[in-house]
């Protein structure tokens, strides 16, 4: 009778150990621990991660979907709560192609940079998009297409283009 008690006292005793001990190392893998982390040292900045775009072309805006693939562009929060941001397209200085020239589409919202208001700074052009919420933990996964409008002229075939996305 004593053994059987005895093993029923170290069952749980192992059960409760395997819970207590599993638990933080899911949360640590699901990305949470991260979170709470940074709650206590501090708000994390939006991660974003962009996939590669195809070579520019010049083609219509209403044609620009079906010639172009999107490109997925996904912001991941590490925080431990919900964060606004303003998501911007930076074209760097040292482009070769005019940015009056581009069109972008993000989710088939297209945007014509010759119209949208430029910030500016030593190293680039900032393009305001939209503002974005993104709860605790969790990613926002967004298509993207850049093009050369129809009325592009004098762009050397070996121009280049050097853009990123920020938010702010």
């Given at each position: 009778?004593?053994?059987?008690?005895?093993?029923?006292?170290?069952?749980l005793?192992?059960a409760?150990?395997?819970?207590?001990?599993?638990?933080?190392?899911?949360?640590?893998?699901?990305?949470?621990?991260?979170?709470?982390?940074?709650n206590?040292?501090?708000e994390?900045?939006?991660?974003?991660?962009?996939?590669?775009?195809?070579?520019?072309?010049?083609?219509?805006?209403?044609?620009?979907?079906?010639?172009?693939?999107?490109?997925?562009?996904?912001?991941?929060?590490?925080?431990?709560?919900n964060?606004?941001?303003?998501?911007?397209?930076?074209?760097?200085?040292?482009?070769?192609?005019?940015?009056?020239?581009?069109?972008?589409?993000?989710?088939n919202e297209?945007?014509?940079?010759?119209?949208?208001?430029?910030?500016?700074?030593?190293?680039?052009?900032?393009?305001?998009?939209?503002?974005?919420?993104?709860?605790?933990?969790k990613?926002?996964?967004?298509?993207?297409r850049?093009?050369?409008?129809?009325?592009?002229?004098?762009?050397?075939p070996?121009?280049?283009?050097?853009?990123?996305?920020?938010?702010?």
């Amino acid at each position: 009778m004593k053994k059987d008690i005895r093993k029923i006292i170290i069952s749980l005793v192992f059960a409760v150990s395997l819970i207590l001990i599993s638990y933080p190392i899911w949360r640590f893998a699901s990305g949470e621990k991260i979170g709470i982390l940074a709650n206590s040292y501090g708000e994390l900045p939006l991660n974003i991660n962009i996939g590669t775009f195809e070579p520019l072309v010049i083609v219509d805006d209403e044609m620009s979907n079906t010639v172009i693939n999107d490109t997925d562009i996904s912001i991941k929060n590490r925080n431990g709560f919900n964060k606004k941001a303003k998501l911007y397209m930076v074209v760097e200085k040292t482009s070769t192609i005019p940015y009056q020239y581009l069109r972008l589409a993000i989710n088939n919202e297209i945007y014509r940079l010759n119209e949208i208001a430029i910030e500016e700074d030593e190293n680039g052009y900032y393009f305001y998009l939209s503002e974005i919420e993104i709860e605790a933990y969790k990613e926002e996964n967004l298509k993207a297409r850049i093009w050369l409008s129809q009325e592009t002229d004098g762009v050397s075939p070996e121009a280049t283009l050097v853009t990123n996305f920020i938010t702010k």
